[in-house]
């Protein structure tokens, strides 16, 4: 059996015990571990790979190249921006949901929404940035995917057992990586807003990976590409949200009112949206209803 089905038969035998071995739960916490950790663990390792330089970046900057990751409408984008813009080296808001509502005259369960929002999202990385006083913060990446190809961090360490550790989690974060990297070539060239975003367990299967697995090889790690380091986690989740998607189509029917629903399909495609002609067509129904309301609202 060839190194690498072997290394697949063994990782998928680690997620499906229920009592690990001390070798088994330390492989599993090498694949977890981000790779500035292990830099500082090992005083031996070596960076094989120079091609992948730290960045540094402040934690506005930070955020606010995630945003696309939220899948929200322009306006709400905005008033997110503002909120970002409004956390202090701390991590704390200066801002009240009382004066995002009187700024942007939205009612307050919104103001409320988007705050809590950018908290519970971006929590990893306002307590990363928070938790350090220094001025420069460097993010080590632990993978670089480009348009056309992928290197995750390689480090060598002279133990067999430590060296066998790192081997399994390189192999499973390159896997991974590249099947990122195949999905987002348009949105790695800057062509869409939006990533296209997968589920765990569709990468498991298609890798097929154990999704505790995948999990593991995700949490915690960031990746260099051309638009930016970003936290290898942004590119899982469960896709555009209803909102988004409706604001889109309406907009788009603003600007054309006789395009076909296989039309918005391509359009909304275009931009990293991926949902069906039969998806198209019941938010457009949604559109045209509240438009008849307001209308009648009007007449009235």
Same mark, same amino acid.
């Given at each position: 059996m060839p190194d690498s089905k072997r290394t697949d038969k063994i990782k998928q035998s680690l997620e499906q015990k229920l009592i690990l071995t001390r070798k088994e739960k330390f492989y599993l916490q090498v694949l977890e571990a981000p790779a500035y950790l292990l830099r500082e663990r090992y005083a031996d390792v070596r960076e094989i790979n120079d091609e992948i330089y730290p960045s540094s970046e402040d934690l506005h900057a930070s955020l606010e190249k995630l945003l696309p990751f939220l899948y929200l409408p322009d306006e709400d984008e905005r008033i997110v921006e503002y909120i970002i813009y409004n956390i202090d080296s701390k991590g704390k808001l200066r801002i009240s949901e009382e004066e995002l509502c009187d700024k942007f005259g939205i009612p307050f369960h919104k103001a409320n929404f988007l705050i809590r929002l950018i908290f519970e999202e971006f929590h990893d990385e306002i307590d990363h940035y928070s938790a350090n006083d220094d001025d420069s913060i460097y993010i080590f990446p632990d993978a670089m995917i480009d348009v056309d190809r992928v290197?995750?961090?390689?480090?060598? @360490?002279?133990?067999?057992?430590? *060296?066998? *550790?790192?081997?399994?989690?390189?192999?499973?974060? $390159?896997?991974?990586?590249?099947?990122?990297?195949? =999905?987002?070539?348009?949105?790695?060239?800057? $062509?869409? &807003?939006?990533?296209? +975003?997968?589920?765990?367990? %569709?990468?498991?299967?298609?890798?097929?990976?154990? +999704?505790?697995?995948?999990?593991? *090889? @995700?949490?915690? &790690?960031?990746? /260099?590409?051309?638009?930016?380091?970003?936290?290898?986690?942004?590119?899982?989740? &469960?896709?555009?949200?209803?909102?988004?998607?409706?604001?889109?189509?309406?907009?788009?029917? &603003?600007?054309?009112?006789?395009?076909?629903? %296989?039309? +918005?399909?391509?359009?909304?495609?275009? @931009?990293? =949206?991926? +949902?069906?002609?039969?998806? @198209? /067509?019941? $938010?457009?129904?949604?559109?045209?209803?509240?438009?008849?309301?307001l209308s009648k609202g009007d007449l009235q």
């Open positions: 290197e995750v961090r390689r480090i060598e @360490v002279s133990d067999p057992f430590v *060296a066998k *550790a790192l081997q399994m989690r390189e192999e499973t974060l $390159y896997k991974i990586c590249n099947f990122v990297r195949e =999905i987002n070539e348009y949105f790695l060239r800057g $062509y869409r &807003k939006y990533p296209q +975003i997968v589920t765990m367990t %569709h990468v498991a299967n298609i890798l097929d990976l154990n +999704i505790a697995t995948i999990s593991r *090889a @995700v949490r915690n &790690k960031f990746v /260099n590409t051309p638009r930016g380091i970003l936290p290898l986690r942004m590119f899982f989740g &469960k896709g555009p949200n209803k909102l988004l998607i409706i604001n889109e189509i309406g907009e788009l029917l &603003k600007v054309d009112g006789s395009l076909t629903d %296989h039309q +918005i399909m391509l359009l909304l495609k275009s @931009v990293g =949206i991926n +949902i069906s002609r039969r998806t @198209v /067509n019941k $938010y457009r129904n949604m559109i045209n209803e509240e438009n008849e309301e």
